[in-house]
Every structure is written in structure tokens, then in C-alpha cells.
């Protein structure tokens, strides 16, 4: 079973690398800030605000030692009167003044920024659903998942609160240490001795910490990983007898985190002893030594008062720059990525609500001209070699050959997946330059190998074929391609939900499903993906029924491995290791003696001999 870490959308930011910041990583990511412009108004109020709530905290210190002092009968500033019930109102004018303005700041940001992030949400996911299908070759969903989650939550965190914060402690800091200083140099002079001493040792040791918890998280990611992989596959577990295996591979993984979790525990809990030690040994002497100082009187009790609460002011802002650093550099990465998505090249479609319209009709005429063409995730494998052949409009035309030479990757092809390496494609005659991908697409309808249904009603399902489907036609679709009574069976009928969270259709149900969307979109030319499982004889023989509706009166090319079903194609195309062998009708390929067509053939009648006796 892949190891590989299976993180489907819930990649926690905290796993993600953070980069080291320089000058072009941050420009980059500051181009994020561009989508912030039609909001630059209220990002600029909210900035005032901001600056005014920080700038409105700082004062209580100085009030509240003032009032204190005055409590005793001395002014502390000549402009303000040594009147404690002044200064207090004054304090609670300034109080609501602070309280209006923060509300103002936080409303604001929380607006600016979930509309900020809800375009950048769409534009990526519409970035993504336009990009080529090989940009999804090399990249999981996951991946992609976590970039919609992950990334952009760590994002608007930044907008909403990091950004506003890291202006309002550099505020406090910078103002702090200057009041500090202007309070009672003396204690301020003694204060910046001891704390970067505290300072460097608690980021050396924090750094050591994070790290053990890192180690630990990712510890546990892989043992949710394992539960995640095994429940996925837990038909696959029980199958093979795996519990015992399972088990213990789990039990192990858990082993390993506790005693990582431990061994942090340890160091936490010492750091955390240490941390309290200092600040408190801190205020310690601060006091001690500022009761000194008012013992002597050189400085009153109202500006010690001041002075402890502006050295909390301080502390804080200092003690919260780490954290909001490591918020910033996430943030940065997280842009980075989201930005580079966004800056793929998509397809050159036109996606607007009446995708439908046709504006350049396909008869389906169809011709293959020395195709040559290599995946471009794997451009050293050359997976179609020079495939030639031509389909005139209305013929039913059979792909066959052995598992793995091309048969999809034609069909890719005709849909415009991809483009040829070499050689050419041209639908009635014109190249495929002389169409819009939107017209090529709405022309041509594949019933796929393995058919995908959203979770979401029967009808939806259906619908997805012309979206403005009305609900006869969907009703009329299913009809036509045998489907009508198997979804009347549910009690909810066309309601009834699929997918993941409803009811699971069978194989050959699910292609009838596709089927009748394939029929509302009533396309040119129709590509039939028959699926390798075979189906049992009843579903067959409606499934088949329901493809020979399908077929009726248009290009159908039929990728098939049940051979009894392409006996009156109008061409068999017969394809070995990426390149056309032969071509003919099926009495033409019978009459070729060691032909593949031929030596496949007997093979199946043979088949199906024993298993009907
Ligand atoms: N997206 C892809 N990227 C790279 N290689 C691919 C991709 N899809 C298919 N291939 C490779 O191209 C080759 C042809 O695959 P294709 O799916 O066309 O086979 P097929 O004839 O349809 O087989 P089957 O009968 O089993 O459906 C295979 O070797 C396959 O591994
Ligand atoms: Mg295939």
C-alpha cells in the first residue's frame, strides 16, 4: 500500500515548509495586497483605527499612576489636574473612545478580509478548473485541495488579524520603550540589562521546542495517515487478512509519538518553569528596585505604577513578535503558492453561462492524420505513433487492441485534451485551430471507462449533459438509454442522491446514467469507453440497447473489449503498442489469417463457449 501521506484538504499550514524571507519572496507575496484594492478605503479607515486604538491604550498607564499619585496629593503632569475623579473620567472617555475604535478596526478587517479571500478563493478555483488536464497529471488533488484550504485560511488569518497586529505591537514596543525611558531612565536602564538575556535564551529554547513538536506532529500525520489508507482500503485489509499487520503498524506509530510527545513534555515543562522564573524574577527586581528608588524619593509610587505597567506593555509586544514572525513567513509561503497557481497558463476556453451555444457546427467527419503524441508528463515515452485514419460522418467506427496501447489516449485527443506531438486532427476537414475548444467540446460526448457521478440527485447527474436541460428531456434522456426503470426502482425516483453520501450504483447502471447525459448533450461524434469489467449478460444487453440508441445517427467511435458488440462497425481499427495495424470491417479482419483482430477474436468466442456451458 503507498506510504505516501494521503492529505486530502486537511494539510495543516503548520506542515507546510515555511520559506526563508528575502526581499524577492516578499515582493512577490506582496502582490496578494493587489486584491485588496477595491476595499483600499476601508483598509485605510481600519488602519486609522488601528493606529488610534494602540495609540489610546498607551495612556492608561501614564492616567493610572497619575491617579494614584494624585490619590496622595501630588500632580504628576503640570497640564492634567491632580484630581482623581478628572483623571478618572478621563480614563473612561478614553476607555469608550478605545472600545469604539477597536470595534471599528476588527469589524472592518474581518470584512475586508473575507471579501479579499472570497475573490482570491474563486479566481484560484477558477484557475483551476480552466487549467489543461496534464497540469493535474503531476499534481495531487490534495495538493490542490490544501491550496484552496490551507493556504488561503492562512491568508485571511494574516489579513484579518496578523497584519493589524503586527502594526499594533510594533506600536506598543516602540512607544513603550520610549515611555519607559521618559518614566524613570534609571529602571529602564536596569530593565534592558536583564531582558535580552530572557529574551535570547527563550528563543533558543523555543526554537528546540517547536522543533520536538514538529517531530511529533508529523509523527502523528503519518499514524493518521495509516488509519486514513487502511479505511479507504479497508475492503482491501479484510481481503487480505491484514488486521493483525495493520494493527501493529499503527500501535507502532502511536509508540513513536508518545514518547516523542514525552520527551517535549519535558523540555516544555522546563521552559515553561524557566519562563515563569524570569518574568516574575523580573518583576521581582523591578519593584525591589523601584521601591528602592521610591524610598529614596526619586521617583513617586504613581510612576512606578506607570512604569510596571508600561514594562507589561512592552514584555508583551516583544513576547508576541515570534509568533506573529512564523504567522508572516507562513503567510508568505502560502502566497507564494496560491500565486503561482494563479499564474498558470489555463485553456483557451470561453466559459460563460450558455456554454451550449454552438457557434461552429461539426458535421463528424473525423481524421486522424500521422498522429504522433507522448504525454508531456512522460515526454520520453512516445505513447502514439503515427496513427492515421478517417471517419466519415454518421460511421461507427471500433478502436481494439490490447489493454495499455492508446485506445483512451485517442479519445483524449479527439477531445482536445491534449495536442498531438505531430500529425494532425481535423474535424469535417478543418483543423481543430479553426474551432473554439468550447465548440469541439460541445460536439463531441464521451460515455467514459469508469464513470464519475457528483453527489448530487439522479437528475443532476443526468442534467450535467445540457444544463439547461428541462426535467422531460432528462426523463426522455433516461428513456432512451435504459435507465428510466432502474430509477423509478428508488423510492425518491429522480431525487435520489449518488455519490459518495448516496445510494452506490452498479457498474452497469452508472454507464446508463452516462449514457442518457451523453444522449441530452446529443453531441456530433460520441466516444464509447466500454469498461474492461464486464457487465452480467441482463445489464449487458440493456446497456447495449441503450448505446445503440446512443449511436443512432451520429459518429460514434466505440473503444471496445467486448468484440460481439462491434461485429457491424463500419471500420475496426485495430491498435498494437500505439500504432494502427489494421483496419477493415469485421469479415475483411476475420479474413486475415494470424491477424490480431482475428487471434483476439477466437479468444473471446472461445471464452465466452466455456463460460456459457
Ligand atoms: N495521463 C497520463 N499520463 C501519462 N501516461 C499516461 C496517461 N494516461 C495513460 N498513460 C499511458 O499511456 C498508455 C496508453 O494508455 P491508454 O489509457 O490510452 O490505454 P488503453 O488502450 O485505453 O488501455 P485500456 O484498454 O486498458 O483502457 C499507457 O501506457 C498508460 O500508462
Ligand atoms: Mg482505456
Given amino acids: 500500500m503507498a506510504r505516501a501521506r494521503l492529505n486530502s484538504g486537511n494539510t495543516q499550514s503548520d506542515d507546510l515548509p515555511k520559506p526563508k524571507l528575502n526581499k524577492d519572496l516578499l515582493k512577490k507575496s506582496l502582490r496578494i495586497f493587489s ?19 494602540s495609540l489610546s491604550m498607551l495612556t492608561f498607564p501614564a492616567l493610572l499612576g497619575a491617579m494614584i499619585d494624585a490619590a496622595q496629593g501630588r500632580q504628576t503632569y503640570e497640564w492634567l489636574s491632580p484630581n482623581v475623579i478628572t483623571i478618572g473620567s478621563i ?24 471579501k479579499t479571500l472570497a475573490n482570491i478563493r474563486k479566481e484560484t478555483y477558477y484557475k483551476l478548473i480552466t487549467l489543461p488536464i496534464e497540469f493535474f497529471a503531476n499534481r495531487r488533488v490534495g495538493e490542490l485541495n490544501s491550496r484552496i484550504s490551507s493556504d488561503l485560511a492562512q491568508i485571511q488569518d494574516t489579513l484579518t488579524s496578523t497584519l493589524a497586529e503586527v502594526l499594533r505591537q510594533t506600536i506598543s514596543l516602540a512607544f513603550g520603550i520610549v515611555l519607559l525611558v521618559f518614566v524613570s531612565p534609571k529602571l529602564a536602564l536596569m530593565n534592558l540589562c536583564i531582558l535580552p538575556v530572557i529574551i535570547v535564551t527563550a528563543m533558543i529554547f523555543g526554537r528546540f521546542i517547536r522543533r520536538l513538536s ?16 487502511t479505511l479507504l482500503g479497508i475492503s482491501n485489509v479484510k481481503a487480505f487478512v491484514n488486521e493483525y499487520h495493520e494493527a501493529t503498524r499503527y500501535s507502532n506509530k502511536l509508540d513513536a509519538v508518545v514518547r516523542i510527545a514525552v520527551k517535549g513534555a519535558t523540555y516544555r515543562g522546563f ?15 523591578v519593584i525591589w528596585y523601584g521601591a528602592m528608588l521610591v524610598a529614596r524619593g526619586e521617583i513617586s509610587v504613581g510612576d512606578l505604577t506607570t512604569y510596571i505597567l508600561y514594562s507589561m506593555f512592552v514584555a508583551g509586544s516583544m513576547g508576541s513578535l515570534p509568533e506573529l514572525y512564523a504567522n508572516i513567513q507562513r503567510s508568505v509561503g502560502a502566497s507564494e503558492r496560491v500565486l503561482d497557481l494563479l499564474e498558470e497558463e489555463n485553456e483557451a476556453i470561453v466559459i460563460s453561462e450558455d456554454n451550449n451555444t454552438i457557434t461552429n457546427t461539426i458535421q463528424g467527419n473525423l481524421n486522424f492524420e500521422n498522429v504522433s503524441f507522448s504525454y508531456p508528463s512522460r515526454p520520453d515515452i512516445i505513447t502514439l505513433k503515427n496513427i492515421s485514419f478517417n471517419v ?23 477531445l482536445q485534451f491534449y495536442n498531438p506531438t505531430s500529425g494532425s486532427i481535423t474535424y469535417d476537414g478543418k483543423p481543430n485551430t479553426a474551432y473554439s475548444l468550447t465548440d469541439i467540446r460541445n460536439q463531441v ?18 442534467g450535467y449533459g445540457r444544463l439547461n436541460s428541462d426535467a422531460e428531456d432528462i426523463i426522455e434522456a433516461a428513456k432512451r438509454a435504459n435507465a428510466h426503470d432502474f430509477i423509478m426502482s428508488f423510492p425518491q425516483g429522480y431525487d435520489t442522491l449518488v455519490g459518495e453520501r448516496g445510494v452506490k450504483l452498479s457498474g452497469g447502471q452508472r454507464q446508463r446514467i452516462a449514457i442518457a447525459r451523453a444522449l441530452l448533450k446529443d453531441p456530433a461524434i460520441l466516444i464509447l469507453d466500454e469498461a474492461t469489467s464486464s457487465l452480467d449478460s441482463e445489464s449487458e444487453r440493456l ?16 473503444i471496445a473489449h467486448r468484440l460481439s458488440t462491434i461485429k457491424d462497425a463500419d471500420q475496426i481499427i485495430v491498435i498494437e503498442n500505439g500504432e494502427v495495424s489494421d483496419i477493415g470491417n469485421h469479415v475483411e479482419l476475420m479474413a486475415k489469417n494470424n491477424g490480431l483482430y482475428q487471434h483476439l477474436y477466437a479468444l473471446q468466442s472461445a471464452q465466452k463457449t466455456t463460460t456459457e456451458t
Fill in 35 to 53: 486584491y485588496l484594492k477595491p476595499y483600499r478605503t476601508k483598509f485605510i479607515i481600519g488602519m486609522v483605527c488601528l493606529v488610534l486604538s
Fill in 392 to 414: 466519415r460522418a454518421g460511421e461507427k467506427v471500433a478502436l481494439v487492441g490490447p489493454s495499455g496501447t492508446g485506445k483512451s489516449t485517442i479519445a483524449s485527443l479527439i
Fill in 91 to 114: 480614563s473612561l472617555y478614553i476607555l469608550l473612545f478605545q472600545s469604539i475604535v477597536s470595534f471599528g478596526r476588527i469589524r472592518l478587517f474581518v470584512e475586508i478580509a473575507e
Fill in 271 to 285: 521552559f515553561a518553569s524557566f519562563i515563569i522564573f524570569c518574568i516574575f524574577g523580573a518583576v521581582i527586581v
Fill in 445 to 462: 460526448a464521451i460515455v467514459p471507462q469508469d464513470v464519475l457521478l457528483f453527489g448530487g440527485t439522479i437528475r443532476e447527474n443526468i
Fill in 214 to 229: 514538529k517531530q511529533a506532529q508529523d509523527e502523528l500525520a503519518d499514524s493518521n495517515s495509516i488509519v486514513q489508507e
Fill in 543 to 558: 446497456v447495449q440497447l441503450a448505446l445503440e440508441e446512443l449511436m443512432k445517427n451520429r459518429t460514434s467511435i466505440i
